[in-house]
Nanobody, 120 residues
Framework: QVQLVESGGGLVQPGGSLRLSCAAS????????MGWYRQAPGKQRELVAL???????TYADHVKGRFTISRDNAKSTVYLQMNSLEPEDTAVYYC??????????????WGQGTQVTVSS
């Protein structure tokens, strides 16, 4: 069984910073893509940032230059450094990863979500 556990959300003032972490654990053979999504009230879940195993990163236009995704493959962990936060960044942030288990089956997994609120 594989689990993704997120941490690091909270309340921050506009212009502030937060760092989210997501650690994968369980019967893991290999982790391929890891990414962050978010869902604001009344809106669909959207991609924020993606990191491939090879190191390629992709960002949504509205976070480019403000957010940075990184990963530590040895720790099976992905991070999202969020700077210059805006009220529009308020959402539940979800970690996602494509994981090949020790049984050689691959599928996508989601974390439980962590709330990020940007407000003065």
């Amino acid at each position: 069984q594989v689990q993704l556990v997120e941490s690091g959300g909270g309340l921050v003032q506009p212009g502030g910073s937060l760092r989210l972490s997501c650690a994968a654990s369980g019967s893991i053979f290999r982790i391929d893509d890891m990414g962050w999504y978010r869902q604001a009230p009344g809106k669909q879940r959207e991609l924020v940032a993606l990191s491939t195993r090879g190191g390629t990163t992709t960002y949504a236009d509205h976070v480019k230059g403000r957010f940075t995704i990184s990963r530590d493959n040895a720790k099976s962990t992905v991070y999202l450094q969020m700077n210059s936060l805006e009220p529009e960044d308020t959402a539940v942030y979800y970690c996602n990863a494509w994981i090949v288990s020790n049984f050689m089956t691959g599928r996508g997994y989601w974390g439980q979500g962590t709330q990020v609120t940007v407000s003065s």
